[in-house]
């Protein structure tokens, strides 16, 4: 029997194909982070070179599911859409009935669910992505969170996914520092992103999330952050190749 066939039919070592296959959908995206800090969250994420008549607005790898509540994701963009259409329904229905914002973690909830309800019924398949959810609770929480195709979620301090998201998983592990200012956030995903991202500025979308407020960084902020970061890490670099040719004599 073809296991990979059917999404709600085990295999004999416990395996539900589908699901996996969608998880390697995601690793072929394109980058996406998270950073929560002490009183802000930024996500960034790795932009799709556009074609050269195509409108680069209409591009977009973060989006807004409520005035609080920001997601970025990596996998399909079509999956992703209809995901996002969800959730800010979602929103919105809550909105109407409790006159009030939906929570970070009951919102992230809800996203898991419907990721979780496609891998056990036939005649559909898994949302070939995964989510990064990041904002605040009316109570001034800040939140961080991350599902994937099988339905799961979790609350990071720092998160990644998308291609080569192991590489800048050790970095950040190796790298993260509790508390953060607003710009070390910012610096810290940009230098995450930059593990992956070589085209430097030009191919980084970021936005950074305070309480009761929102700000996407102009390309000339942006850049400044960049450049920073790369002269930076050219010392770094720099002083390792010193002390390796100390070492050696």
Known sequence: MSYDRAITVFSPDGHLFQVEYATEAVKKGLCAVGVR????????????????????????????????????????????????????????RFRLNYEDTIDVDLLVRYVAEVQQKATQSGGGRPFGVSTIIGGFNEDGTAQLWQTDPSGMSAAWKSAVIGRNSKTVLDFMEKSYKEDMTRDECIRFAIKSLLEVVESGSKNIE????????????????????????????????????????????
């Open 37 to 92: 800090g002490a009183d802000s969250v930024v996500l960034a994420v790795e932009k799709k070179s556009v074609q050269r008549l195509q409108d680069s607005r209409t591009i977009r790898k973060i989006f807004k599911i409520d005035d609080h509540c920001y997601l970025a994701f990596a996998g399909l963009s079509a999956d992703a859409r209809a995901l996002i259409n969800r959730a800010q329904l979602e929103c919105q």
């Open 206 to 249: 970021l936005v950074v999330l305070r309480h009761h407020e929102t700000q996407y960084l102009s390309d000339e902020e942006l850049q400044s952050f960049v450049t920073s970061v790369e002269a930076e890490r050219s010392e770094e670099a720099a002083r390792k190749r010193r002390l390796a040719a100390e070492e050696e004599e």
